[in-house]
Nanobody, 121 residues
């Protein structure tokens, strides 16, 4: 699976951005998908995940209520709608895919290249 993230940019605090991740392959719907982020000088952290069917989602506490993860299996894409952005959301955001059976929050098999989100105060 190859992943290509896009949609990052510069936004003011309180604004919104929508990230997208396009995946290659015919079996996209079997993969759980996730978004992670890495701020300068910090470790990569989990943001959100969605099951293969899209029926189950889970969010980090820091983004719950502000971010929404979704997927379109017909288009092989997963998105992250980010609202009410804060300066602390500034990071490189990565999409990731994991095979069936992975259960750990950080257990992902494939990673995209990342897209930079900068939130100004």
């Amino acid at each position: 699976v190859q992943l290509q993230a896009s949609g990052g940019g510069l936004v003011q605090a309180g604004g919104s951005l929508r990230l997208s991740c396009a995946a290659s392959g015919r079996t996209f719907s079997i993969y759980g998908m996730g978004w992670f982020r890495q701020a300068p000088g910090k470790e990569r952290e989990f943001v959100a995940t969605i099951s293969g069917s899209g029926g189950t989602t889970y969010y980090a506490d820091s983004v719950k209520g502000r971010f929404t993860i979704s997927r379109d299996n017909a288009k092989n894409t997963v998105s992250l709608q980010m609202n009410s952005l804060k300066p602390e959301d500034t990071a490189v955001y990565y999409c990731a895919a994991r095979k069936v059976g992975r259960v750990g929050i950080n257990e992902y098999d494939y990673w995209g290249q990342g897209t930079l989100v900068t939130v100004s105060s």
